[in-house]
Structures are given as structure tokens and as C-alpha cells.
């Protein structure tokens, strides 16, 4: 499951929200994510998230949950957020927790390897990635024509991760919109031996399909 991840906007449009959440020129790359974390402004509340996790696999025994880190900036950033999630009971390994990673920030992919080191593995966020690798407001209509996760430079990123975390023994998932709007994105990522897709519901046939195709084409060059 993935930790929470409002931006400062979102929150403050919630009843009582705008009593605490700051006004942010660019909330996309502001005020998100991991970096709410370990802040003071924020620690309560996530010690209420890791409360709810811990019930969850502790007295439920839904102990299959796993973590997943949002928009976490810098190796330094992970191990605050470890470290507090540690002090409220979540401790990775113990009890056999995995901890996982959104990758979405190109420094992610250029550290990949620190970051390996910290997670059990990544869930590439495609639309954060490409915003962020092509200096692009997925938010702007004016920009929108632009917006591609299947340019070359992104293309380029995830492959880079993928190849780069598997070194490092981090498996790597994808949890974007791309794989379910473009079944050749899809196929490239299998390419590139990635070790899940998260799709929409209306796109599994086609998807599944393409990936099927991709896969038979890696199995015959082999």
C-alpha cells in the first residue's frame, strides 16, 4: 500500500485544511510525499497512518501488507522516513515487512543504487517521472500536447532503473497510467524485464495481449 500522498492543494481543499496547509506556488513539486514525513508539521498524522499499518498486519494479520514510499527526494530524505516509520513499529524486515519505493524523481534513477540499498524494490511512477525528467506541468492544458511517457528520454530512465535496481536485487514495478493507455508501452516495458504492470480494469484484455506478444518475441531471442 502506498503512503499517503495529498499535496498541500488537496489537503487544504479538505474540511479544515486550509487552517494548516501552507500556500504553495507549485504544490506538485512541493510540500509531498516523504518529505511530510519527519516534518513537525506533519509527524502526528503520519504516525496515525503507521498506527493503521500496524494494526493492520499485527491484529488483523494481514501480514502480506506491504510499504510503499512516495516521492521521496534523496537517500538522506529515506532514511529520516525509515527511521520514523521504525519509531512507530515498522521496522523493514521485521515481521518479513517489505518497504518499497515510488521512483518518480530522476534522481531516483541516477541513485538508484543508494536507493536499492534502503528499499526491497521500486514502483515506477510514469506520469511524476515524465512531468519531472521533461520539465513538463502535467497540470497545464497548454503543456499537455507535450506530456509523453513514452519519449525517449523517459524511455531511457526506465530502462536505466530497471536494469540498475535488478543489479542490486530490488524488483521494479510500474504503477503509472502509460502501460494502460499505450499497449507498445507496455511491451517495451517487458522488454525490459520489468516484474509487474498495475493496469486499469478496461485496458487488461488489450494490455495483456501486448504483453503476451512481448514476451513470446523475448522467449524466441533467447
Not at 514525513?37 to 509527524?43: C, F, I, S, V
Request: with cysteine; net charge negative.
Amino acid at each position: 500500500m502506498r503512503l499517503s500522498d495529498f499535496k498541500s492543494n488537496e489537503y487544504a481543499h479538505l474540511i479544515g485544511g486550509r487552517d494548516f496547509e501552507p500556500v504553495e506556488n507549485n504544490p506538485m513539486i512541493g510540500f509531498r510525499g516523504a518529505s511530510r514525513y519527519y516534518h513537525p508539521n506533519y509527524r502526528e498524522a503520519f504516525a496515525l497512518e503507521c498506527r493503521a499499518i500496524r494494526r493492520a498486519r499485527d491484529e488483523m494479520g494481514l501480514t502480506n501488507i506491504a510499504v510503499m514510499v512516495p516521492f521521496c527526494r534523496t537517500p538522506a530524505e529515506a532514511d529520516k522516513v525509515l527511521a520514523e516509520m521504525a519509531h512507530h513499529g515498522l521496522r523493514r524486515g521485521a515481521r518479513e515487512l517489505r518497504i518499497w519505493m515510488m521512483c518518480e524523481v530522476p534522481s531516483n534513477v541516477i541513485l538508484a543504487e543508494e536507493f536499492a540499498r534502503r528499499f526491497d524494490g521500486f514502483s515506477i511512477g510514469s506520469n511524476d517521472l515524465t512531468q519531472l525528467i521533461l520539465g513538463i506541468d502535467r497540470d497545464s492544458d497548454l503543456l499537455a500536447p507535450l506530456f509523453d511517457e513514452r519519449d525517449a528520454a523517459v524511455r531511457r530512465a526506465i530502462a536505466d532503473v530497471i536494469a540498475r535496481a535488478h543489479r542490486s536485487g530490488a524488483s521494479v514495478g510500474i504503477c503509472g497510467q502509460a502501460p494502460s493507455d499505450h499497449p507498445d508501452f507496455a511491451a517495451f516495458l517487458v522488454a525490459q524485464g520489468i516484474d509487474s504492470l498495475s493496469l486499469n480494469p478496461d485496458s487488461f484484455v488489450t494490455t495483456l495481449r501486448a504483453v503476451a506478444a512481448a514476451e513470446a518475441t523475448a522467449q524466441a531471442a533467447a
